[in-house]
């Protein structure tokens, strides 16, 4: 029974170093290509394809965000006397932590799930295949303007979302718990440094470079058939959300 | 020429190909019959290289391809090309776009001339005005053309056809024969068609090779096919003249 367990456990353990080797090697391959040949277009393409279509949902994510935040923080923050602190722990929480945690978590879902079911498709239907015959290498071809697209998206999708969520802090702050515009603002002045800032935006980078290369593996190694499709795209968002959790515990500690 | 020598592929425990010995000759039709999981489809993926052999030698020309780096494998596929079973367009192009492919990955020519060459190959598979088209507006037996426009774009010495008769009508089966046919008297190419369609093979092969749960078990003319008197070959013309009769 126990030698059964340690079977089992064993197997687990191997079949998932297994994948973290193969995910190293690919990152690998995608790095080797990087400057091989760029592809100008088809990164502005995932761009707009994988970004823009982001906004909306990013917007609202740290909207309510900012919005619950505040509500959850003034009446306590006025208690104590400290309105005059405010915009500066909302902006610094924001710019540190949620924006970026929260902004990777929602690009996981949107465009890592995105990611995955293109290229699982395309692996379904031979199309990778079609490239590999036609002589065009499917890492510089599918994966590099991805991996670019999503490190120069997924920090300007960070950017937008700070400013909305400390937006809708200020909302709050102003127009349900009383405290003066001017009271926000200068706290903000005079709590935050650019790198409460710059800080998130780093960390945006890793997160981004991390969901691209999570999604393209997943969708290169997805099952066969519409399940397996389904399937890689749940394993890229899991992953994904995972791997921005401890990668941000890291960049914490690292950065701060 | 194409040579293979005592290849064998295997997945797992499982030996898929065993020991195969094939040479075929510059500028001809072989056609590789089968029945389903013999392992045909598998010896065409070797032959361009999805796939490495698990022992033998594959050679393409002076070129022995199963040790290659994926690099030095794609300057050997270019002069290659292939029509896949459902086709392999890629979906988010135009029909266009996807025959132009190979031309704006591999060469600086002007668009100008891709465009010419574009109507020209789309021209020789029977196509006209259909450039500006989706793959997904297209019917199976046009996707399959458009599939082998592409293959030829960049004037290959050998094209590849996986089942190429597969998910198609008797009439457009033919005509995709007639049209596999007129690329190789066209344009000199080294013709391998995996597939499991006898008629199809009687009709566009010179030689025909058969798999038989991974191994080769006859190679001849189509005539001298015909007369062989292993079982298992004449299982498979038994259907073709069951099809006749009916």
């Known amino acids: 029974?126990?030698?059964?367990?340690?079977?089992?456990?064993?197997?687990?353990?191997?079949?998932?170093?297994?994948?973290?080797?193969?995910?190293?090697?690919?990152?690998?391959?995608?790095?080797?290509?990087?400057?091989?040949?760029?592809?100008?277009?088809?990164?502005?393409?995932?761009?707009?394809?994988?970004?823009?279509?982001?906004?909306?949902?990013?917007?609202?994510?740290?909207?309510?965000?900012?919005?619950?935040?505040?509500?959850?923080?003034?009446?306590?923050?006025?208690?104590?006397?400290?309105?005059?602190?405010?915009?500066?722990?909302?902006?610094?929480a924001i710019g540190r932590e949620l924006g970026p945690v929260l902004v990777g978590v929602v690009c996981a879902g949107r465009v890592g799930s995105a990611i995955t079911a293109e290229i699982s498709?395309?692996?379904?239907?031979?199309?990778?295949?079609?490239?590999?015959?036609?002589?065009?290498?499917?890492?510089?071809?599918?994966?590099?303007?991805?991996?670019?697209?999503?490190?120069?998206?997924?920090?300007?999708?960070?950017?937008?979302?700070?400013?909305?969520?400390?937006?809708?802090?200020?909302?709050?702050a102003v127009y349900y718990s009383g405290i003066s515009s001017y009271l926000y603002m200068n706290s903000i002045h005079t709590f935050v440094e650019v790198f409460d800032l710059t800080g998130g935006v780093i960390k945006a980078i890793f997160f981004g470079n991390v969901i691209a290369v999570l999604g393209c593996y997943y969708g290169l190694h997805s099952p066969d058939g519409a399940e397996g499709v389904g399937k890689a795209t749940t394993r890229t968002v899991v992953?994904?959300?995972?791997?921005?959790?401890?990668?941000?515990?890291?960049?914490?500690?690292?950065l701060y | 020429m194409i040579r293979l020598v005592d290849v064998c592929k295997s997945f797992g425990d499982k030996e898929v190909l065993h020991h195969i010995n094939l040479t075929i000759e510059d500028g001809e039709t072989l056609a590789i019959i089968g029945g389903s999981g013999s392992g045909k489809s598998t010896l065409l993926r070797?032959?361009?290289?999805?796939?490495?052999?698990?022992?033998?030698?594959?050679?393409?020309?002076?070129?022995?391809?199963?040790?290659?780096?994926?690099?030095?494998?794609?300057?050997?596929?270019?002069?290659?090309?292939?029509?896949?079973?459902?086709?392999?367009?890629?979906?988010?192009?135009?029909?266009?776009?996807?025959?132009?492919?190979?031309?704006?990955?591999?060469?600086?020519?002007p668009e100008k001339e891709v465009q010419r060459i574009v109507e020209e190959k789309l021209n020789l598979v029977g196509l006209e005005n259909v450039?500006?088209?989706?793959?997904?507006?297209?019917?199976?037996?046009?996707?399959?053309?458009?599939?082998?426009?592409?293959?030829?774009?960049?004037?290959?010495?050998?094209?590849?056809?996986?089942?190429?008769?597969?998910?198609?009508?008797?009439?457009?089966?033919?005509?995709?024969?007639?049209?596999?046919?007129?690329?190789?008297?066209?344009?000199?190419?080294t013709s391998v068609v995996v597939t499991h369609d006898m008629a199809s093979a009687c009709r566009i092969a010179d030689r025909i090779a058969m798999v038989y749960e991974g191994e080769l078990i006859a190679v001849d003319t189509v005539e001298n096919f015909k007369n062989i008197r292993d079982e298992r070959v004449q299982a498979f013309f038994h259907t073709l003249r069951t099809v006749k009769e009916a």
């Open chain 2, 131 to 189: 450039a500006h088209r989706m793959p997904n507006e297209l019917s199976g037996g046009m996707k399959k053309r458009v599939s082998l426009a592409r293959a030829i774009a960049f004037e290959p010495e050998i094209v590849f056809y996986d089942e190429p008769s597969s998910g198609l009508d008797p009439i457009m089966t033919e005509k995709i024969d007639e049209l596999i046919s007129h690329t190789q008297q066209a344009l000199n190419v």
């Open chain 1, 121 to 172: 498709t395309m692996k379904v239907t031979e199309q990778i295949d079609a490239l590999r015959v036609m002589a065009v290498n499917p890492v510089n071809y599918l994966i590099v303007p991805r991996m670019l697209a999503c490190m120069i998206v997924v920090p300007i999708l960070t950017v937008f979302g700070d400013v909305i969520g400390v937006l809708g802090g200020w909302v709050i």
């Open chain 1, 1 to 92: 029974m126990l030698l059964k367990l340690l079977e089992l456990v064993g197997a687990f353990v191997m079949r998932r170093l297994e994948e973290f080797g193969t995910i190293v090697l690919l990152y690998r391959d995608t790095m080797r290509e990087l400057g091989h040949r760029p592809r100008p277009r088809h990164i502005l393409s995932q761009m707009s394809h994988l970004g823009v279509d982001s906004l909306l949902i990013v917007s609202l994510t740290l909207l309510f965000t900012g919005v619950v935040f505040t509500l959850q923080t003034a009446d306590i923050l006025i208690k104590f006397g400290a309105q005059g602190t405010i915009g500066g722990i909302i902006s610094i």
């Open chain 2, 46 to 109: 070797l032959l361009i290289g999805l796939i490495r052999p698990t022992s033998g030698e594959i050679w393409i020309g002076d070129t022995e391809i199963s040790r290659l780096s994926e690099a030095e494998l794609d300057k050997v596929r270019l002069h290659m090309g292939m029509v896949f079973q459902y086709s392999a367009l890629f979906d988010s192009m135009t029909v266009g776009d996807n025959v132009a492919f190979g031309l704006r990955e591999h060469t600086d020519m």
């Open chain 1, 239 to 254: 992953s994904s959300i995972i791997a921005i959790f401890i990668l941000n515990a890291i960049l914490t500690f690292i």
